[in-house]
Structures are given as structure tokens and as C-alpha cells.
């Protein structure tokens, strides 16, 4: 199938998107951070893990962002004066940089995941049969995630990209990956809070309620699987809209992540 949206182009509107998620994620980090931090005494204890994944979340989509920034700069500033220059250095997948944001790419999606897995054994009263099978799925994702742009892509030809058949099996298997992992974690955390919130309805004598907290983890949810949806099928179409989805992921990732944890920071 062609790919209908000109690479360059499809840059600059993930760039854009990607600075306006980074914007939308920037005062919710400060409030989760709060919350965890500040008021630990007043909502809930000092959670060393979440608290240090919140940190690296932030400082990793900082670090995407700015990489993209210089990427910009590089390609379409200093590149300016040679034809095509541009779409050749960003089709690039040897490039440094563009190793080097989508490891951080990767990292994210894994911390993201893995952050998920964490709250569901927490959640679960810390029952090590419940993460099992996420944790397989999750160490799987982890080898096909690192190999595409370790190893994969010092392979790359001037004449062939992203949507070649050496990368296309492992990155449709990476990006089926993430979303599955993302519905499984999601569905045991929101399920274990419905099951509390039945239980416990009967004896309720406040007017605390799980339910908004359910609400704000699968309403989130929605949102990052949606973008992974349309991610998949933008690439299996062999689509360059794909980068556009691609760029918004990381701050998607923190934002989707620290929600809820102003919402007594499960």
C-alpha cells in the first residue's frame, strides 16, 4: 500500500501533538509527585517505587522531546540548503538520534507497563499468581522492544524503511504486545476495585466510592489503547500518520500513568 502521508510532514504534526501532550503531562507529574510526596501523611504512605517511576517517566519524556527538538533543528534547519536532505536523515533508522528516542520510546512503554503489573500485585494484596503471565508478556516485550532499534536497525538501507519486511513482523508484534499488556493489567486492577467496591457496599457508612477512581483508570486506558490501536493500523498500512501516533506516545504513556494517582495514588 502506498504510504499516503509525505514522512516529513507527518513529523512535524507528531512533533507539535508530542509538545502539547508534554504540556498536558507537565502539571499532572507536579500534582502526582504532590500527592505522593507532600501529602503522604494525610492520603497515603510514601511509595519508594511509584514515586521514583513517576520521576523517571517524566524525566523520559523530557528527554523524547528534546531529542525530537534537535531532530527538527538538524533535519530541517541545517538540511535546508540540500534537497531532500531532510526526509533522508529522518527515514534514517541508523541515525543516533533516532536510536536513541525510540529507546527511550521503549523504555517508557516498558516503565508504563511495568508500573501497571506493580499496581495490580499491589492491589491484589500482593498475590504473586496474579502478575504471572503480564510478567512473561512483559519480558517478552522488553527482548522484542530493545532488539528493533539495538540490533535491527544497524541493518538499515537508504532504500528501505520502517515498513520493510526485515522490521515488520518484530514491530507489529511489539506494538500488539504493548496493547494487550496494557488491556491485561488494566482490566485486573478496575476488576479487583469493582469486586472491593460490591463487597464493601453493604457496610459503607461514608460517601467514599471506588467508582471514580475505576472511572479515571478505564477511561485512561481507553485513551492510550485507542492511540495503540491507531498506531497498529496506521503501520500495517504502511502509513507514515504512524509517526505521528508514535511521537504523542511517551507523554501519553506519563500522562495516562499519573492520573489517577491523584486519586489516593493506587
Not at 86 to 95: D, F, G, I, K, R
Not at 100 to 119: E, F, P
Not at 232 to 260: F, K, M
Request: aromatic letters at 14%; charged letters at 10%.
Amino acid at each position: 500500500m502506498a504510504i499516503r502521508f509525505p514522512l516529513d510532514q507527518a513529523f512535524i504534526v507528531g512533533i507539535w501533538l508530542e509538545g502539547c501532550f508534554y504540556g498536558i503531562f507537565i502539571p499532572i507529574f507536579g500534582a502526582s509527585v504532590y500527592v505522593l510526596v507532600a501529602k503522604k501523611g494525610l492520603l497515603v504512605k510514601l511509595n519508594l517505587p511509584i514515586l521514583i517511576a513517576a520521576i523517571l517517566m517524566f524525566a523520559l519524556a523530557t528527554a523524547h522531546v528534546t531529542i525530537n527538538v534537535y531532530r527538527l533543528i538538524h533535519g530541517f534547519v541545517l538540511n535546508e540548503s540540500v534537497p531532500g536532505a531532510a526526509v533522508l536523515y529522518l527515514y534514517s533508522l541508523s541515525e543516533p538520534t533516532q536510536k536513541a528516542k525510540d529507546i527511550v520510546y521503549v523504555t517508557q512503554s516498558l516503565l508504563g507497563d511495568g508500573l501497571n503489573i506493580y499496581r495490580s500485585w499491589l492491589i491484589w494484596n500482593k498475590n504473586w499468581r496474579i502478575p504471572v503471565f503480564p510478567m512473561l508478556l512483559w519480558l517478552t516485550t522488553c527482548v522484542v522492544g530493545y532488539y528493533i532499534p539495538g540490533y535491527l536497525f544497524q541493518f538499515y538501507q537508504t532504500d528501505s524503511n520502517i515498513f520493510g519486511s526485515r522490521y515488520r513482523t518484530y514491530v507489529t508484534i511489539w506494538y500488539t504486545l504493548t496493547m494487550v499488556q496494557n488491556i491485561i493489567t488494566t482490566s485486573l486492577i478496575a476488576f479487583r476495585l469493582w469486586r472491593h467496591e460490591r463487597q464493601i457496599g453493604d457496610y459503607r457508612t461514608g460517601n467514599f466510592s471506588l467508582t471514580s477512581i475505576i472511572q479515571i483508570i478505564l477511561e485512561s486506558a481507553a485513551i492510550y489503547v485507542a492511540a495503540q490501536v491507531v498506531l497498529l493500523v496506521t503501520y500495517a498500512c504502511s502509513d507514515n500518520a504512524q509517526y505521528v501516533l508514535l511521537e504523542i506516545i511517551t507523554p501519553l504513556v506519563g500522562i495516562v500513568s499519573h492520573r489517577h494517582l491523584q486519586k489516593h495514588c493506587i
